[in-house]
Nanobody, 123 residues
Framework: QVQLVESGGGLVQAGGSLRLACAAS????????MGWFRQAPGKEREFVAR????????YYAHSVKGRFTISRDNAKNTVYLQMNSLKPEDTAVYYC????????????????WGQGTQVTVSS
């Protein structure tokens, strides 16, 4: 069982930056591939980024590639999402998620979810 708690959301102007953090409970954090997803009002939840459990390999949605960076600190049981050059269309609730699969880009591949943190980008 893994419990995830996101933090770092807020209101920022377009072009600004935010760093989200997701703290995980348990002693087996390093055995989970971690992902970030987001859900905008009236839209389905979508994949944002993923970092593998045993490899620093990362993968991003096309819409955020080059602007967002996912990273993890296994000693702190935390995964981060650095978001730069934010756009109004990045406004959403951001969720972190964990899976024992090595790869994962869809919701159904992830077993554990945080409660989400709101990111609002004003124009």
């Amino acid at each position: 069982q893994v419990q995830l708690v996101e933090s770092g959301g807020g209101l920022v102007q377009a072009g600004g930056s935010l760093r989200l953090a997701c703290a995980a409970s348990g002693r087996t954090f390093s055995s989970y591939t971690m992902g970030w997803f987001r859900q905008a009002p009236g839209k389905e939840r979508e994949f944002v980024a993923r970092i593998m459990r045993d490899d620093p390999n990362t993968y991003y949605a096309h819409s955020v590639k080059g602007r967002f960076t996912i990273s993890r600190d296994n000693a702190k049981n935390t995964v981060y999402l650095q978001m730069n050059s934010l756009k109004p269309e990045d406004t959403a609730v951001y969720y972190c998620a964990a899976t024992r699969l090595r790869f994962g880009v869809t919701e159904r591949e992830y077993d554990y979810w945080g409660q989400g943190t709101q990111v609002t980008v004003s124009s």
